[in-house]
């Protein structure tokens, strides 16, 4: 892997996911970086009041997530590398087809033409691409939303842009929202992989969310995940609908 892996994760606290990162990526013998910048105890007044005071909209805990992806985009952004890859804590890898489908991915962008845009390679929310409409040989897809901010590639410049107007205008959106909403803005692509590579273990009961207050349990989670994959997945291209665009 050429582009550098930034993680998202705290500096005291859920050494669960910590490990699994640590894991995930000895098997998949790839360096990363954690950000660990914007724990919720260093946001203080003067950063909230920079950011044109989130805290009117959003918890603690979603703007210390918001800005830890704006951590992440600056240290891309400032990079030599093409891009950079950013995942959550809690994401868990296709460790077998990761690398190969990644590095499939990537190169179908730049031979694309696109100057910037930003790659979802997870099935958050369980969401997918209909299987009536992929195509063989294709594994980008255009979208008009974010599966969800666990797992997602952006080439330097769109980093820039990204990191550039959340300077400007501040946030009052979840990461995945506001990715979103800066993307659709300025015009920048935005593809979900399929096949995806990345599942979000606190969507599937693998990790208690640090975020969702409606925390219903392991066993809970694993099963409400897997009848909303399968009515996604298999039943919405049945009945014509497309959630890259809903």
């Not at 550098?4 to 500096?11: M, T």
């Not at 950000?35 to 005071?53: M, Q, S, T, W």
């Not at 918001?66 to 959550?88: D, F, P, T, V």
Request: glycine fraction near 8%; charged fraction near 25%; proline fraction near 4%.
């Amino acid at each position: 892997m050429d582009d550098p892996v930034y993680v998202l994760h705290v500096k005291k606290g859920f050494e669960d996911r910590e490990q699994s990162i640590r894991r995930q990526f000895a098997a998949l013998q790839t360096p990363f970086e954690w950000v660990l910048e914007f724990d919720i105890p260093e946001i203080n007044a003067g950063i909230l009041d920079h950011y044109r005071n989130p805290q009117d909209h959003l918890r603690i805990e979603e703007i210390s997530c918001c800005l830890k992806h704006l951590g992440a985009w600056g240290r891309i952004a400032q990079s030599e590398a093409q891009g950079g890859l950013i995942l959550e804590d809690d994401a868990l890898l296709d460790t077998k087809r990761f690398g190969r489908i990644f590095a499939r991915a990537v190169a179908e962008f730049k031979t694309s033409g696109a100057g910037t845009g930003c790659i979802c390679l997870g099935d958050g929310c369980a969401m997918h691409v209909p299987w009536t409409k992929r195509k063989r040989g294709t594994c980008l897809y255009p979208a008009g939303q974010m599966r969800a901010a666990d797992s997602y590639w952006i080439n330097r410049q769109t980093a820039a842009l990204l990191h550039r107007w959340v300077e400007a205008n501040g946030f009052a959106l979840p990461a995945d929202h506001l990715i979103t909403a800066i993307l659709k803005e300025l015009k920048i692509p935005l593809f979900w992989l399929e096949p995806t590579i990345v599942t979000q273990g606190s969507h599937c009961g693998v990790f208690n969310s640090i975020i969702q207050l409606n925390d219903i349990g392991f066993i809970n989670k694993k099963y409400e995940f897997l009848i909303k994959k399968i009515r996604r997945k298999y039943i919405y291209p049945l009945l014509g609908v497309d959630p890259r665009f809903k």
